[in-house]
């Protein structure tokens, strides 16, 4: 098998860590819904999917049924898959045979359920999304009632596995009013299952800064992303944290993410001499350059021309002119015995050096999420120890 440009790495003992961290914040009552959605962040659901089983991890949430059936692909029997977001009326057969759990947010897909759990002769495990502030989907409250009189008349057909809700931007204190508007109407719905004795399986509102920072958004289940791969979800989560806790720094969450490259050619430049397209970058004395071999279409952004670093020898090498398409350029006239083939470390640590994703995302506006996301799935993942 030919090698491809670069390839990342995912430590299984710092994610580990992760999920013992967030076990402790939740409590052992809380079941942990690992969300995969985005190729895992960017991580690779085929690679992350089997780690996170090792850590005792057996629910897993996905956007589509494409990302649900990679997951299918990956993970072990024993464990359960939920779609969060599209799924096809024509792909609602293959979920039900499959035993994969999904949202429902309208009338319509509950009845298209109920068909397609008679087609294939098993329920359907439906999870009800209700409308609590964000507008994004949802059932609306006029239709709440009638949602929960259908799942009581076809329970033989119908599992209410989960009654849910997602909050719109709990990373941030100010909209504390926001989520605490939502988390009043989420229970507004939960006393009509009370009331219509129609209760889900499983209650879950909190994503991983609600899930870190607010504990009465625990209920039954919690769906975590940014988390459990090492990054806080926002500052001002990670600061409620120190207070809590009484600390001025502490680095529970480790980044689980490793990505590397080789040097591809070395060059002598001559001071005067423009490297790269255009005039973007002019060298003011002779300089050592080394080639990479990706570029923004590598998820590599472009707007770290002239700005970003790699790690070579355990030094940082600047970037120097524009990143291109499939390579870039830096700077190595400081290092020493740099030699075509070398290691170079994009995201991630050599020696005593660091280059994290907030390097990334400080400089290109990215959040974190979005930068991971965006990584090619072609680039081979690989679990280490």
């Known amino acids: 098998m030919v090698k491809h440009s670069s390839r990342i790495f995912l430590n299984q003992t710092a994610l580990k860590g992760n999920f013992n961290f967030i076990r402790k914040k939740v409590g052992d009552n809380v079941r942990i819904s690992s969300v ?6 960017g991580h690779g659901i085929g690679t992350f999917v089997p780690m996170a089983e090792k850590c005792g991890i ?41 035993n994969i759990e999904f949202y429902t947010f309208n009338l319509d897909k509950l009845q298209s359920a109920l068909d397609a ?19 994004r989907t949802g059932l609306q409250a006029d239709e709440f009632g009638k949602a929960l009189s259908f799942l009581k008349k076809h329970q033989e057909h119908l599992i209410f596995e989960g009654l849910c809700t997602h909050f719109g931007g709990a990373e941030s204190l100010s909209n504390q009013f926001k989520i605490d508007s939502q988390h009043k109407r989420y229970k507004e719905f939960l006393k009509q299952c009370s009331a219509k004795s129609v209760m889900p399986k499983y209650r879950h509102i909190a994503c991983s800064a609600a899930a870190l920072a607010y504990k009465d958004t625990l209920y039954d289940m919690v769906r975590i992303g940014v988390a459990q791969y090492g990054f806080w979800p926002s500052p001002d989560i990670y600061y409620m944290h120190l207070q809590e806790t009484g600390k001025k720094k502490e680095n529970t969450l480790k980044r689980i993410f490793n990505w590397k490259t080789d040097i591809m050619d070395l060059r002598s430049v001559k001071a005067g001499e423009f490297i790269g397209y255009g005039t973007a970058y002019q060298a003011t004395h002779d300089m050592d350059i080394a080639v990479l071999p990706l570029g923004y279409s590598n998820g590599y952004p472009r ?11 355990g030094k940082k090498a600047p970037i120097v002119g524009l990143i291109n398409m499939n390579l870039f350029m830096v700077d190595v006239s400081h290092i020493n015995d740099v030699k075509v083939g070398d290691e170079v470390v994009l995201i991630g640590r050599q020696n005593n050096n660091v280059i994290n994703i907030s390097s990334f995302t400080d400089f290109t506006q990215l959040l974190n999420n979005e930068m991971l996301s965006r990584l090619p799935s072609a680039i081979p993942r690989k679990a280490i120890k």
């Open 117 to 135: 759990a008679l087609e294939v002769g098993k329920p359907a495990k439906i999870h009800l999304e209700v409308e609590t502030g964000a507008n």
């Open 303 to 313: 707007a770290l021309s002239n700005r970003g670093h790699v790690l070579i020898g």
């Open 36 to 41: 995969v959605k985005a190729n895992a962040y």
């Open 58 to 98: 057996n629910h897993f949430a996905t956007a589509s049924a494409f990302e649900a059936e990679e997951v299918l692909d990956a993970c072990s029997q024993s464990s359960s898959i939920m779609i969060m977001g599209l799924l096809y009326n024509e792909d609602m057969k293959w979920a039900v045979k499959n």
